[in-house]
């Protein structure tokens, strides 16, 4: 997913659950343990990204909507990272 998207739908009210669900999705598939490099970060394969990505976000309140900068930063590169994954929901 384009950094565009991937912001708009992080900014547009989602809940962390959302993005938790996104993500566990991405883990059942196995795409995140392949040794391609990250879109977020060109530092990290996409396994190290989903390990950064999915505990800043499992331990919060699963019903706690995304408001605040860091909050959205975190989900719109989750999103970004992962958007394949996005279910809409």
């Known amino acids: 997913m ?17 993005v ?3 993500l566990e999705r991405a883990r059942q598939d196995g795409q995140n343990v392949s040794d391609r490099r990250s879109r ?3 530092g990290l394969t996409k ?8 505990n800043a976000h499992v ?10 900068t860091s909050d959205v ?5 989750a999103i970004r990272e992962f958007g394949d994954f996005w279910g809409g929901e």
């Open 2 to 18: 384009n950094k565009m998207d991937a912001k708009k739908i992080a900014k547009s009210g989602i809940l962390i659950s959302q």
């Open 20 to 22: 938790v669900s996104m």
């Open 40 to 42: 977020v970060n060109k």
């Open 47 to 54: 396994e190290q990204a989903f390990r950064i990505l999915f």
């Open 59 to 68: 331990d919060k309140d699963p019903d706690r909507v995304i408001k605040s």
């Open 73 to 77: 930063l975190g989900a719109q590169n």
